[in-house]
């Protein structure tokens, strides 16, 4: 049974048309400044390979393409945290305050009205960065819990399928970090790491119906960005042909590419935005249960850091954490 409306997630994303447009702004300007600066490296190897034989043309248009997609890479990296606070949480915020029934601005000022209200509940972007890696860490421990339950569970062939089990868990986080940052700006709550630590306890202590919601969600988003993927098969090979030497499996990895800036521009908001219905629902009224808080507090050490962060911040001592967590690679 699913906890959401797939007809209010639409609406959602309707409702908030100028934050999608900047979405696919921002994530299709990525994928072209991956074409261009490989595209630019692939040439100037090309080029250098001119002094060579054909093969070693070929191996250095090769890698000059791949030192330009690796640039890129870097970059996009370093802005990891503005992607973060300015277009994930900003989304978030304005999903968050149509679901309680508030007036949203029109155009562009919803995305101003959304980083007001994602500076108040964190402040800096490192912050919410340090937030969002310990939320990653502490969703990895309950995890494992559920992958450990399993394995005790006396079902013949259990095993063979627990890699499977564990694709998908590791698929169903990326569904919930986002949302576990939305029940503090919900409740405006004032300590981000404090709110953020309530949340985990309370998606933990619904993990059944929370993961059954996920599953539903994350059947949806692979089958459309596998079918993403090969629509975007003809545009990524225009983009090879065009590119000097053969960097025939380019192809694929553009296409690859532009299936993930259209999962994250379109596909991702509407998951989250079903997600966000669920969360909402499934915990409304509820104050997380003390066992659980033990529980997570005898098995993930970033949940002790986020109980640590949350004390500090009560306490006034709010310097900004990011240096002392380190990225979280999930």
């Known amino acids: ?71 890129t890479a870097g970059v996009i990296y370093f802005l990891r945290e503005y992607l ?11 999903m968050v305050e149509l679901l309680d029934g508030r007036p949203l601005p029109e155009g562009r000022g919803q995305i101003s009205h959304a980083r007001h209200i994602v500076t108040e509940r964190f402040g800096e972007a490192s912050v919410l960065f340090a937030v969002d890696q ?11 819990l559920i992958q450990g339950l399993m394995n005790l569970l006396p079902i013949p062939g259990l095993n063979s399928v627990m890699g499977i089990v564990r694709a998908y868990l590791r698929l169903a986080v990326g569904l919930v970090d986002e949302v576990i940052l939305a029940h503090g700006i919900r409740n405006r709550a004032e300590n981000p790491f404090g709110s953020a630590k309530e949340a985990l306890v ?42 000097p030497g053969a960097w025939s499996a380019g192809g694929f990895v553009f296409a690859i590419l532009f299936a993930w800036a ?54 006034g001592d709010r310097a900004a954490p990011a240096a002392s967590v380190s990225p979280d690679p999930a």
């Open 134 to 144: 310990l939320i990653k860490g502490v969703l990895r421990a309950i995890t494992g």
């Open 1 to 71: 049974m699913m906890d959401f409306s797939i007809s209010t997630g639409l609406g959602l994303m309707r409702r908030t048309a100028p934050f999608v447009i900047f979405r696919m702004a921002v994530y299709f300007g990525i994928a072209v400044a991956y074409v261009l600066v490989t595209g630019t490296g692939a040439g100037i190897g090309w080029g250098v390979g001119a002094f060579g034989d054909a093969d070693f043309r070929a191996m250095s248009t090769f890698w000059g393409g791949a030192i330009g997609f690796g640039v």
């Open 84 to 94: 973060l606070y300015v277009v994930k949480a900003g989304h978030i915020a304005v």
């Open 202 to 243: 309370l998606y933990a202590q619904n993990g059944k119906p929370m993961m059954v919601n996920a599953a539903w969600l994350t059947l949806i988003t692979w089958v459309l960005s596998i079918l993403v993927f090969f629509v975007m098969l003809a545009p990524a090979g225009l983009v090879v042909y065009l590119l």
């Open 262 to 315: 259209v999962k994250v521009a379109l596909i991702e908001p509407f998951a989250i935005a079903c997600m966000l219905q669920a969360f909402f629902k499934v915990t409304e009224g509820q104050a997380p249960n003390p066992e659980w808080v033990a529980k997570l507090d005898s098995t993930s050490d970033k949940f002790r850091k986020l109980g640590e962060r949350a004390m500090g911040w009560a306490t």
